[in-house]
């Protein structure tokens, strides 16, 4: 829970300075004082408030702590500093050494498997089911955590939906569903396993796919074959 604002109590900014403080709390509290407003039944509570803001805001060692509490101090804080920092002549140098260092990236040893290496599904099985199912696993060979989901590069084969994890040493497995009715040719897709710093692929193909033939007519100019053959004659 962050601490009452004592600056916007006293409507000046965290960057006032302590003459300022002092003028505004006099100001203020004459215009709401008790005896100078016997007619409002705020004004003790607005008195006192302007009062806990001064004796905190007043006291140069509360006010620093108050600072390293309130939103609106610490940031105007933060801007003094960064203008302080480039006015500097080596304010490059500053900036570089207050720059944390980023971990180094995580490198599988050794690297995650996924299996099998490639999914095959026939063409006559897929017009005797309205979904086939394929089973794909992923095994975590580091001794690090595992956490992907699976994505699919085309709309006709369908993964989970969500996150897995995976332990290491252990292994996940999922299904994946290639809808029939949704599928284009030439039958190509992929589903993958996408981690932070891996991803495993397994190839899915749809096998027994024959494209469709165009029937050729010979042409002839002969009264009892279809006119479409006459046709074709008189084009040539």
Not at 48 to 63: I, K, M, S, Y
Not at 173 to 193: N, W
Not at 226 to 232: C, G, L, S
Request: glycine letters at 4%.
């Amino acid at each position: 829970m962050n601490p009452p604002d004592h600056y916007a109590v006293l409507e000046l900014a965290p960057d006032a300075t302590d003459a300022e403080i002092k003028r505004r709390y006099r100001k203020l509290m004459r215009a709401v004082h008790p005896d100078a407003n016997a007619n409002d039944p705020l004004a003790t509570r607005k008195a006192a408030r302007l009062n806990v803001a001064f004796e905190t805001l007043g006291d140069p060692e509360r006010r620093r702590a108050y600072d390293q509490l309130h939103p609106r101090a610490r940031a105007t804080s933060r801007r003094k500093h960064y203008e302080h920092v480039a006015e500097q002549p080596d304010w490059e140098d500053i900036v570089a050494d207050s720059v944390s260092t980023r971990a180094p990236v995580h490198v599988h040893n050794p690297l995650p498997t996924i299996e099998p290496d490639e999914i095959e599904i026939d063409m006559a099985e897929l017009r005797e089911q309205a979904r086939v199912r394929r089973r794909i696993v992923v095994t975590n060979r580091c001794d690090c955590t595992l956490t992907g989901a699976v994505s699919t590069s085309e709309p006709w084969v369908w993964g989970p939906v969500g996150r897995l994890t995976i332990k290491p040493g252990q292994k996940a497995e999922f299904d994946i569903d290639i809808v029939a009715r949704k599928v284009t040719f030439p039958g190509i897709s992929r589903a993958l396993f996408v981690a932070k710093d891996w991803t495993g692929v397994v190839p899915v193909k749809i096998t027994g796919y024959a494209p469709k033939l165009r029937r050729t007519y010979t042409a002839t100019e002969s009264a009892y074959v279809a006119p479409r053959r006459r046709r074709a004659a008189r084009a040539r």
